[in-house]
T-cell receptor
Framework: DARVTQTPRHKVTEMGQEVTMRCQPILGHNTVFWYRQTMMQGLELLAYFRNRAPLDDSGMPKDRFSAEMPDATLATLKIQPSEPRDSAVYFC??????????????FGPGTRLTVL | GQSLEQPSEVTAVEGAIVQINCTYQTSGFYGLSWYQQHDGGAPTFLSYNALDGLEETGRFSSFLSRSDSYGYLLLQELQMKDSASYFCAVSSSSDSGYALNFGKGTSLLVTP
């Protein structure tokens, strides 16, 4: 069955290094979301794309984070330079966007990032 | 601004019924969603309410009152596998056209 995939599943890196996380949304979905989850802050929306165009990245620290969709099958989230406070689980989700049936989002398994 | 409130923890006995409440403050409200997340897993969609009333899907039901800015998730015939975190999420309009904000989550523990 169709699933959102994310790579890597786990990443341990040192402060100052670049981190790139990848997401393959479900084929046919036109919205892609990046979330960060921590115990303290819960699920935070970082960025939102519709039809590959970035619509909202207000939740993302602009100086170090960047999100792109080079094509319909790939979304990337980069952190450069990484900091220990970036340690979290990063989820990608895709969907068809808001409709009368809601805006069901299908989440990937997440990337667990640890910055030492 | 926007805010969502839901209890941080709930404990219930296997076979019982539990209700998880969610209150919200937002402008441009579209609807209220519920997601389930098991430890170490990804959130999975449970339900969505755009109109007032109760939506039933098997053992789970979700309710919305737009006038009260309030909703709840009702879980019946609780099973051990229902132990998980449950998040309410509000869809609303924003400068970008649309926003989805999640509550902090309610950790449900089902005991034998």
């Amino acid at each position: 069955d169709a699933r959102v995939t994310q790579t890597p599943r786990h990443k341990v890196t040192e402060m100052g290094q670049e981190v790139t996380m990848r997401c393959q949304p479900i084929l046919g979905h036109n919205t892609v979301f990046w979330y960060r989850q921590t115990m303290m802050q819960g699920l935070e929306l970082l960025a939102y794309f519709r039809n590959r165009a970035p619509l909202d990245d207000s939740g993302m620290p602009k100086d170090r984070f960047s999100a792109e969709m080079p094509d319909a099958t790939l979304a990337t989230l980069k952190i450069q330079p990484s900091e220990p406070r970036d340690s979290a689980v990063y989820f990608c989700a895709s969907g068809f966007g808001l409709s009368e049936r809601g805006d069901t989002q299908y989440f990937g398994p997440g990337t667990r990032l640890t910055v030492l | 601004g926007q805010s969502l409130e839901q209890p941080s923890e709930v404990t219930a006995v296997e076979g019982a019924i539990v209700q998880i409440n969610c209150t919200y403050q937002t402008s441009g409200f579209y609807g209220l969603s519920w997601y389930q997340q098991h430890d170490g897993g990804a959130p999975t969609f449970l339900s969505y309410n755009a109109l007032d009333g109760l939506e039933e899907t098997g053992r789970f039901s979700s309710f919305l009152s737009r006038s009260d800015s309030y909703g709840y998730l009702l879980l019946q015939e609780l099973q051990m596998k229902d132990s998980a975190s449950y998040f309410c999420a509000v869809s609303s309009s924003s400068d970008s056209g649309y926003a989805l904000n999640f509550g902090k989550g309610t950790s449900l523990l089902v005991t034998p």
